[in-house]
Every structure is written in C-alpha cells, then in structure tokens.
C-alpha cells in the first residue's frame, strides 16, 4: 500500500510560488502519482499527474526526483484563489491505492 | 462537473430512516465511485464499481449498499440512517486509462442525519 505523509496545512501571500511536498517512500513501479485540489464544500479537482522527472500544465508543476520516494506539487505566484487542500495520490490504474485521499495539505493564501 | 450530477444536493432524515443518493454521469466512463468526508478530512471511500456488473467494497462499507443500474447511474443507499453518517458525500467517476485514470467529481450532497 503506497501511503503518503503530506504536510497538515501550509500559508502563503498572493504572489509567491508555494511548494508542497508528499512522501511516498513504498510507491511501487507501476504506480503514478496525481494531486487533486478541492475547494470547500466541492469535490477534488484533478491538477496534475506524473510518474517521473518533471510535468507542467497550466495550473502547475510536478517535481519528481529520481527515487520517486516524494514529489512536489509547485504552484507558482499563487493567489487568493488558490485557497483550498491539496491531495497527492499514488497508484496505478489496477488497484485502489489511488483512490485513498488521505486528510491533504491546507494551503491557506493571504494578501 | 455539470459531467457528474448528484441528487439530492442537500438532505435532511431522521435516524432509522433509508436513503438513496442518487449519480448520473454523461462522460461515458466505466468506473464509479462514492466516497464520504466528514468535516476536516479527506474522503474515504465506501465503494466502488469499474464497471456495470462490477462491485466493491471501499474502507468504510458497512451500514451503507450500492446499486449500478446502468453505466451511467450508481446509487448510493443508506439502510437504516444513523448520526454518524451525518457528512458530505461525492461521487466520482474515471475512464480506466491505464497511464491516467483521473477522478472526476460531482457537486456533492449534504446529508444529515438527526
């Protein structure tokens, strides 16, 4: 069971570019790691996913070292709006690891 | 995701009661799941179907039952409502790729239970 270990909550200022780190130090091979943002009372929003290296969309970044034991969900100048948990998630497509959301990172943003 | 549609959104029973929660989803995908969060927590789920004929059980089954009348319908029932399954509920539903298998959630429904 690849478990992950987030940060309880984090706090930030509109602007700056905020880095949330997730470990995951039993992922297996197949596994694929995707973060989820949810905004309160609204269901997980899907922000990206990678397996290796590094991803970018136009929401965010996606760090993954080498070992694959952590990732880093980079969210660059962040603003008011960007208040919300962050889920990091690892798993493959087969099983239901993936689908455990654990209690996430609580990113509260101010002016 | 106007994709995935809940009904009820808001719910009001009283203990001993049974209720269904109701999921629709138009994005064709195979693979349904509901989940609960209580106030302050992440979700969990309590079971999920990777297709019509397919059914599971999640971490937190017990006191709860599913029905997947169809693809795009996963109903979600409460037997005998109790107190402490007062909390938000979600559905969500995924198209099995093998290199992504994104969640995609609907609204929500508020449910308490007195």
């Known amino acids: 069971l690849a478990k992950t270990t987030q940060p309880i909550s984090m706090d930030s200022y509109e602007g700056q570019e905020v880095n949330i780190t997730c470990s995951h130090n039993n992922i297996a091979t197949n596994d694929y790691i995707t973060w989820y943002q949810q905004f309160p009372s609204q269901g997980p929003r899907f922000i990206i996913q990678?397996?290796?290296t590094k991803v970018t969309n136009e929401v965010a970044s996606l760090f993954i070292p080498a070992d694959r034991k952590s990732s880093t969900l980079s969210l660059p100048r962040v603003s008011l709006s960007d208040t919300a948990v962050y889920y990091c998630?690892?798993?493959?497509?087969?099983?239901?690891?993936?689908?455990?959301f654990g209690t996430g990172t609580r990113l509260q943003v101010f002016p | 995701d106007a994709d995935v549609t809940q009904t009820p959104r808001n719910r009001i029973t009283k203990t001993g009661k049974r209720i269904m929660l109701e999921c629709s989803q138009t994005k064709g995908h195979d693979r349904m799941y509901w989940y609960r969060q209580d106030p302050g927590l992440g979700l969990r789920l309590i079971y999920y179907s990777f297709d019509v004929k397919d059914i599971n059980k999640g971490e937190i089954s017990d006191g709860y039952s599913v029905s997947r009348q169809a693809q795009a319908k996963f109903s979600l029932s409460l037997e005998s409502a109790i107190p402490n399954q007062t909390a938000l509920y979600f559905c969500a539903t995924s198209d099995g790729d093998p290199t992504t298998d994104t969640q995609y959630f609907g609204p929500g429904t508020r449910l308490t239970v007195l």
């Open positions: 990678g397996y290796k």
């Open positions: 998630l690892v798993g493959d497509m087969l099983g239901t690891d993936k689908l455990i």
